[in-house]
């Protein structure tokens, strides 16, 4: 049975009025409801009989009131110590509790509103979130699923921005549970995604003394599968970072010729890697494989599909011991003629000042 405190009463309020009821003896909360004590009198005798019903009504009011009591907590007992029947019980808490009710529905959506998922899992954010919806409808203040939905999302932040752009083209709304499946698949891509993009500052840090040296031209794989997303059947990235992942099934499967903006992009490495959906350029210059490369560098942005500016403080050391600032982080794939397949250069490093455009196969 709950109890009832300071935070619960409506919560309470129900289930105490929901037993009663069952057992119809919800009259006892009203006040008024109580029979006389005694019968009128039969003749001009001013005699009165007692009632007899009083006394079994009195007899029940009062289990009920020790009953109602039982499920108080020890400071609202004080409160209603005087009370001697049920309905002074209910009618004292209501008044009690009804000054309270507004202040504290403004405080809970002022809290559903805020409350951002920051470095919670995306099970915790929703679970909280749905704790002050559920507070809220006990305040007798319901929150629609779409509501909940627009609160789930506002929370959500930067990490977040290519998943709300990607479910804004969605024709279907979605629903609070939808929603949450979709969430928890995104949480895991972006976890997948820290994982791949973290060895690149790893990498620098580590082997920041490292020289380049030249070899012989490199010979691309020619048994490497092409990559196809099953999404909207464009080659060169997977269906889990296809930006219409959440828009399936409005897409013929053909491809269309990219255009690069020759615009310098306005946001970081990580950001672009999750929005793009352009499929990768090829980048058709000279290439030499160095197996002393730490990394794989190009001279030039040249057709990079994925480029951003490199804002870290390391400089790429080469063989001659010279230290050359790196402006970008690129991505892109090499082709060679006679070969049907591409091989895919992640995270390049674009060094304005180097000679020749390395692969590393250290």
């Known amino acids: 049975m709950v109890r009832l405190d300071r935070s619960n009463y409506f919560l309470w309020r129900g289930t105490v009025r929901s037993a009663l009821e069952a057992n119809e003896l919800e009259s006892f909360l009203v006040s008024g409801n109580a029979p006389p004590t005694t019968l009128p009198p039969k003749t001009d005798s001013t005699f009165r009989e007692p009632n007899p019903a009083f006394p079994v009504w009195n007899r029940k009011d009062k289990l009920i009131l020790l009953w109602v009591r039982s499920t108080l907590t020890t400071p609202l007992l004080g409160h209603v110590a005087r009370a001697t029947t049920t309905s002074e019980v209910w009618t004292m808490l209501e008044q009690m509790f009804h000054s309270q009710t507004r202040a504290r529905q403004i405080h809970l959506k002022q809290q559903l509103q805020t409350l951002s998922k920051g470095s919670m899992s995306i099970l915790e954010y929703v679970e909280k979130k749905r704790a002050i919806s559920d507070s809220l409808a006990e305040c007798l203040t319901t929150v629609s699923d779409e509501d909940f939905v627009s609160f789930l999302l506002f929370g959500l932040g930067f990490d977040y921005g290519a998943f709300m752009t990607a479910l804004s083209i969605r024709v279907e709304p979605v629903t609070s549970n939808e929603l949450l499946g979709l969430l928890l698949r995104e949480e895991q891509r972006l976890e997948d995604e820290n994982k791949d993009l973290s060895p690149l500052s790893a990498n620098i840090a580590a082997k920041r003394g490292s020289t380049s040296r030249s070899s012989q031209s490199p010979t691309p794989t020619t048994d490497r599968p092409k990559v196809q997303c099953q999404i909207c059947s464009k080659p060169f990235h997977e269906a889990r970072n296809c930006y219409q992942r959440l828009n399936m099934g409005d897409f013929p499967p053909t491809l269309r010729p990219d255009r690069q903006s020759s615009k310098k992009p306005a946001f970081n490495f990580k950001q672009a890697y999750t929005v793009s959906g352009n499929s990768p350029s090829t980048l058709t210059d000279p290439w ?17 599909s994925i480029q951003s500016e490199y804002t870290g403080t390391d400089n ?39 000679s020749k455009n390395l692969i590393s196969v250290s």
């Open 288 to 304: 030499v494989v160095d197996s002393g490369a730490t990394n794989h560098v190009a001279a030039n942005l040249g057709n990079m």
């Open 316 to 354: 790429l050391v080469v063989g001659n011991g010279q230290s050359l600032p790196i402006s970008h982080i690129g991505q892109s794939f090499l082709t060679a003629k006679h070969v049907s397949n591409s091989l895919p250069l992640k995270n390049i490093l674009v060094v304005p000042k180097i």
